[in-house]
């Protein structure tokens, strides 16, 4: 079998390359580890300590206590009076300064985060050093940030825990929605922050990788119960930070400390809580279907040994059993029983045999143990003909049940090998078996597949503190993803019947992959006097073991209902080999950063980044010179160039007196900016779309009238290795493809209010070019002459064919998946954050934004190109698709909150039977509103005549008429005719529906000119804490998801040929409740 078609000899040039490099890189690395570690996670203690009178005092002792492990270390001021930590692992610490002839100054409870610089500026009062001064401090993830301008949110260990989080996993990354420009987006993450799409955002545990290569999820899941930590970042201006250009969304685990504590919990969901969906209704269903979820855990943390070896480790089991659901399933447009048996009556069709027609019907005879599970619940019930005979159909929707089993695993270690070296190995296992959701999800089980899943997170860190202001960490990483597809029906070949259903499972099975990621990271820290350097490398090797057995059981297509009967197919696609392939690749990230203090009150962060990823088997390119002459692209190169500048800075004025005072506060403002650049990767789904084409995959196409009378039997295949055949379909990325490339950039203020709010107002925005696309190097063209001569004669078939039209009609269509997309994204917000006091905290972010773009994603992802599609009408005019982009959101709005109730807390009424009752109460929650999403009206056929139906605009009636939803007021549903009266026309056929070739370009419509029907949701927690012991606490608690119950539903059927054109036939989603019990000890 054919495996690769990269030239050998390039490819050990290429090896021999990477060693050079990597051995070049290697050697840098020596020598700054020699010399010089930034931390990726951990945060940083800064200030500067004056007198009474404003001038600094040199030669202060600081020192830095974390209270949960009694772990301190010790720095001195400098002779500008400034002092820095770096490396502190996020916690809770007290810090010290001592310096003979002055007040011992305390400060108490000083949290510090991920990446994140707490400034202490301390002014010491002249007296004995036996005299102390104590100082509490408040909460540091809602400081004002005085020495960055990086736009982020931080949520502690006790809010990841009292969020309310959807049901299902709990998955903590949907709290990255609080951030400030972050957004409910469709496809991949969910998530799009600062104007990127929803695929850029990089996921990271402790520092390390977590990103599924393939699809730009997030690799492994992770809990609250198991975090001390969540920060998002939407533009981070420390070079530190890159390899995706949307949010880094960044997790720390939870570790051991002095004391023993542990949990217990189990979380409770079942269909008794919850009303029944939209779907089920519609599909029939009066009662939600039965189920139920547990997810049962427990969790201990403690010292091995006090002051120097703790522990940490959890165990999450997720179970869920459940009744046939509609929500799960697809839907599809059958026969009815009534058609069903019309159909055994209709006559042959043309040069049709009695076996040809009985070999049909035998792959159909399913259909009557569909019947009995449909009954009656038909929708969208119509006449079809088939050789003249009448067939009922209709569209049903067969509920199909989804358990599933995940087990969910942690532990950590940390270890004082000396008062100036640590080190900790973390580990996370997530394992997941979730049978019937992959597949034909349209009959049941029968042909559906399940999707299994083991991830493996390992990391190891080591760091030494070669003097106060010399740090050095080392860091290594391995992850593991096995994901893997089995289907229920491995042998049918897959026959679809367009516009109807599908019998046997989808084309694209079989697949699965494994991925292994080992990591490396150095990163270090020296002061200089008011600079902080830091230097840092980032070096990943990346396997990646991709099955793809596309085609490989046989594709067959058959235009309608009628074709299918008749046994007349219009193509047959069988692949000879299948697209395998194991990846290798090398990112290699290195970075500089200078933080500059220039005075007390202002800082500037200067840096700059260098990313470089090998481009696997040339993403393969051509590389057989015949090949090359078709018109096809050759093997990618790497892309060299990608450096990323950055520079912010942070400034609080400290005026005296006067107005400015009034305005700025003592320090109680600050003026942040900045700049930077960064890179996106390009993902390996690109590789596995790639991967198919000639010769290193074969793909054996049986056309008309060959096919005809064949259906089920394959053709026989081709021995050996066909010829080249310069009409054959390829997909391939261009030679110059380069990484996404962001500029972004912004500009806030803060300001402290009283003392426990902070706001922020400020601007913020983005540039993207080399965002990933499809595109075409070898487009049907449609002439006006030859759209006039199908209008005329009502067949689109009176013109040469599409490859007699293509722009080099001897060669097939050259699909190309480039990086040629452009996006422009501006936003102005406002953020509030409320301190922890009286048992209150609370915040909300608004953003007013426009995203403006000409292409939103490069492959077929439903939930995008439904709305927006990946390829233009007019691939001669990219820009004529410039418009809002299917991630625009101009107006956001997210609040949180968690309130302790201050109830029977104390006073003569604060009895012990009256405070079990009523003391002890909480609620928690977030809500969030936004506009919705953006979506294009197109005819649904291939009006343009380029080859594709998906692109294709109709024409713009000004004066058309276009009713919106009667009962919500906007286009949840919409009714427009289609017959030259309606806001959008399209030249129609005899059958009232638009045409194929009639529209040159096509229509003159704006791509996103409509948006969907806006975004509501109100998640709300409500607890309860008891007391059994002076160590031993039980919280119950209920959670509710949608807690109102609101119908927020996608975008409607926005296709002219459709019968639901104008219809919404979307899952609104519903209410969810969980229940739980936890037990803290």
Do not use: C
Request: net charge positive; no cysteine; aromatic share 10%.
């Amino acid at each position: 079998m054919l495996t690769r078609s990269v030239d050998p000899a390039s490819l050990k040039g290429e090896r021999r390359n990477m060693k050079h490099r990597t051995w070049i890189m290697l050697a840098l690395l020596a020598a700054l580890a020699a010399a010089s570690w930034a931390q990726l996670t951990r945060g940083f203690i800064s200030g500067t300590v004056s007198d009474a009178t404003g001038a600094v005092v040199e030669g202060v002792a600081v020192k830095i206590t974390n209270t949960a492990t009694n772990i301190s270390t010790e720095t001195q001021t400098n002779a500008v009076g400034f002092y820095r930590f770096v490396a502190v692992e996020p916690g809770v610490y007290r810090v010290e300064y001592r310096k003979q002839g002055f007040e011992v100054l305390k400060i108490e409870n000083v949290i510090v985060g991920t990446a994140q610089e707490v400034v202490l500026n301390q002014a010491l009062t002249v007296g004995a050093t036996t005299t102390t001064v104590e100082i509490q401090a408040v909460a540091a993830s809602i400081e004002l940030a005085k020495s960055s301008a990086t736009l982020e949110r931080k949520l502690s260990q006790q809010m990841l825990e009292n969020l309310p989080l959807a049901g299902g996993t709990r998955d903590v990354n949907t709290l990255a929605l609080l951030t400030p420009t972050a957004t409910r987006a469709p496809g991949s993450t969910g998530i799009a922050a600062n104007g990127q799409r929803a695929r850029n955002n990089n996921f990271m545990i402790d520092g390390v990788d977590n990103n599924d290569l393939s699809v730009t999820l997030a690799n492994a899941r992770v809990i609250a119960e198991g975090l001390s930590e969540f920060q998002v970042q939407t533009n981070p201006y420390s070079a530190e930070f890159g390899r995706n250009t949307g949010a880094q969304i960044s997790v720390i685990t939870r570790g051991g400390s002095n004391t023993f504590k542990g949990e217990v919990w189990d979380y409770y969901r079942a269909n008794w809580m919850e009303p029944v969906s939209l779907l089920n209704k519609r599909a029939g269903v009066t009662s939600t279907p039965r189920f139920v979820q547990n997810q049962a855990g427990g969790s201990l943390g403690g010292p091995i040994i006090r002051d120097r070896l703790f522990f940490f480790g959890l165990l999450e089991a997720n179970r869920r059993r459940e009744a046939p659901d509609a929500r799960n399933a697809a839907s599809a447009t059958i026969p009815t029983a009534d058609g069903y048996a019309a159909l055994q009556r209709v006559a042959l069709g043309p040069g049709q045999t009695q076996d040809s027609r009985q070999a049909v019907l035998s792959a159909i005879t399913f259909l009557p143990d569909i019947h009995k599970i449909v009954g009656t619940n038909y929708q969208n019930v119509r006449n079809v003909t088939v050789n003249g005979t009448p067939i009922q159909v209709g569209t049903i929707r067969i509920p199909l049940a989804n358990p599933y089993d995940f087990w969910y695993q942690q532990g950590r270690v940390d270890y004082r090998l000396t008062n100036n070296d640590n080190l900790s190995y973390r580990i996370q296992i997530d394992k997941r078996n979730q049978p019937d959701v992959v597949s034909n999800l349209q009959f049941g089980n029968k042909f559906s597949g399940a999707q299994t899943i083991l991830s493996q997170n390992h990391a190891l860190s080591h760091s030494r503190t070669f003097s106060p202001r010399f740090i050095n960490e080392f860091r290594f990483s391995f992850v593991r993803r096995n994901l893997n597809f089995p289907e229920n029906d491995p042998k049918t070949s897959t026959a679809t019947i367009s516009g109807f259903f599908t019998i046997g499972g989808a084309s694209n099975f079989p697949q699965g992959r494994v991925q292994n990621t080992f990591q490396w990271q150095n990163v270090s820290t020296y002061m200089l006097n008011r600079h902080s350097l830091k230097f840092g490398i980032d070096i990943r090797r990346n396997r990646l073991f991709n099955r793809a057995g596309f085609d490989s059981k046989g594709t067959w297509t058959f235009n309608s209902l009628e074709d299918y009967v008749n046994n007349r197919a219009f193509s047959l696609a069988q692949a000879i080999n299948e697209a395998t392939f194991d990846a290798r690749q090398t990112n290699q990230y290195y970075f500089f950063q200078d933080d500059i203090k220039v005075t007390k009150n202002l800082t500037v962060n200067l840096g700059f980044r260098y990313e470089y990823s090998g481009a696997p088997f040339g993403f393969f390119g051509a590389t057989e010179e015949q090949v090359v002459a078709a018109l096809v692209p050759r093997p990618v190169r790497p892309d060299k160039n990608n450096w990323a500048p950055r520079g912010a800075l942070a400034w609080s004025p400290t005026p005296k007196d006067g107005l400015a005072k009034k305005l700025f506060g003592d320090g109680q403002t600050v003026f942040r900016g900045g700049w930077g650049m960064g890179y996106d990767v390009l993902f390996y789904n690109i590789l596995t779309v790639n991967a198919s084409n000639y010769p290193r995959v074969v793909v054996q196409n049986t056309t008309q009238p060959e096919t005809f009378n064949l259906y089920p039997r394959l053709a026989p295949k081709v021995a050996g290795r066909p010829a080249f055949d310069p009409l054959a379909t390829f997909v391939n990325s261009p030679e110059d493809t380069q990484n996404p490339t962001t500029h972004f950039y912004s500009f806030s203020i803060q300001r402290q209010l009283r003392s426990n709010y902070v706001v922020e107002v400020g601007y913020t925005g983005s540039r993207s070019y080399h965002g990933i696309r499809q595109g075409q190097l070898n487009p049907g063209i449609l002439t006006a002459q030859q759209a006039a001569q199908v209008i005329a004669t009502q067949n689109p078939n009176s013109i040469p064919s599409l490859q007699n039209r293509r722009l080099y009609p001897r060669f097939g269509s050259r699909v190309t998946i480039e990086s040629t997309a452009l996006a422009n994204y501006n936003a102005m917000f406002i953020r509030v954050d409320k301190k922890m006091s009286r048992g209150l905290t609370v915040g909300g972010n608004y953003t007013w934004s426009a995203l403006l773009s000409d292409n939103d994603e490069s492959l077929g992802v439903a939930d995008i190109v439904n709305s927006s599609p990946q390829v233009p009408q007019d691939y001669f005019n990219y820009r004529n698709e410039w418009s809002r982009s299917v991630f625009d959101r101009p107006h956001r709005l997210a609040l949180y909150y968690n309130y302790q109730i201050p109830w029977f807390k104390q006073g003569a009424i604060a009895s012990k039977p009256m405070r079990h009752v009523f003391a002890g109460w909480s609620i928690a929650g977030f809500s969030d509103w936004q506009s919705g999403q953006p979506f294009t009206i197109r005819t649904g056929v291939d009006s343009a005549g380029i080859g594709t139906a998906t692109p294709a605009r109709p024409n713009y009636n000004p004066n058309g008429v276009f009713t919106k939803d009667p009962v919500s007021g906007d286009l949840r549903t919409f009714t427009t005719p289609i017959d030259g009266t309606g806001i959008v026309v399209a030249p129609l056929g005899a059958n009232r529906i638009p045409m194929n070739n009639t529209m040159p370009g096509g229509g003159n419509l704006g791509r996103n000119t409509f948006r969907g029907p806006a975004f509501t949701n109100w998640n709300f927690g409500l607890h309860k804490t008891i007391s059994i012991a002076e160590r031993w606490r039980v919280q119950l608690r209920a959670d509710w998801t949608n807690l109102w119950n609101h119908r927020n539903f996608g975008n409607p059927v926005a296709t002219m040929n459709s019968p639901a054109f104008g219809t919404n036939t979307t899952d609104p989603g519903a209410r969810s409740m969980l229940v739980s019990a936890k037990i803290r000890f």
